[in-house]
């Protein structure tokens, strides 16, 4: 089992217990999203929070709860889809690519915020969150509050219109507490993520 692999087993074998400052006040509704009934309705996730507290955590246990379940799923870092999405555009492909991205009946964008978005850029985003809208279900993690999409997007009409698209059948998840360390928690045996729902790499 090669490193990369031992990182994403131990990350499915954490429990939720470990994180009980950081979700006290959502601990049932995370619990469900394991089900994946969310998907049923193209519901969104956005987790909110500073950093270390579980977002990525979370976002990545839920991805592979979903791929074991034979979803369509796709987790990738918002400045990579950017950059990925920005070379399509500059090779002529968006389109291509952009229906590539709305076809995963799960996507997982990590990080929003953490590096400036030009106003082109979240553009692009916008394109993409709204050709899965109302037909497939995102979930976002972010360091920044909805009200200051704004600011990272460059655009206030832009955050407006994805926020408006993104929120509506949407779950707001604000995680809070001590900073959580994924670290802390590595090669310990005998934990479970999400409970009873165990996931197997």
């Not at 592979?64 to 889809?81: D, K, P, S, W, Y």
Request: with cysteine; proline share 2%; hydrophobic share 40%.
């Amino acid at each position: 089992m090669n490193q990369y692999q031992r990182l994403i087993d131990n990350l499915t074998k954490l429990n939720l217990n470990n994180m009980a400052a950081s979700i006290a006040d959502y601990r049932q509704q995370i619990d469900e999203f394991a089900t994946m009934s969310f998907l049923d309705n193209q519901e969104n996730i956005i987790f909110i929070g500073s950093p270390g507290v579980g977002k990525t955590h979370l976002s990545i246990g839920i991805g592979i709860e979903a791929c074991r379940q034979g979803v369509r799923t796709l987790f990738i870092n918002c400045h990579e889809l950017i950059l990925r999405l920005k070379s399509a555009q500059e090779k002529q492909h968006l389109e291509r690519v952009m229906r590539r991205y709305e076809r995963y009946d799960l996507l997982i964008i990590d990080e929003l915020g953490y590096l400036p978005i030009s106003a082109n850029e979240s553009k692009l985003l916008f394109q993409l969150i709204n050709g899965r809208y109302e037909r497939k279900s995102t979930i976002i993690t972010t360091n920044v509050p909805l009200s200051s999409w704004g600011t990272v997007l460059n655009s206030m009409a832009t955050a407006e219109a994805i926020l408006e698209r993104l929120v509506y059948h949407s779950h707001v998840i604000k995680l809070k507490g001590k900073l959580y360390s994924i670290g802390q928690f590595l090669n310990r045996p005998n934990h479970t993520f999400l409970n009873r729902h165990k996931t197997t790499i």
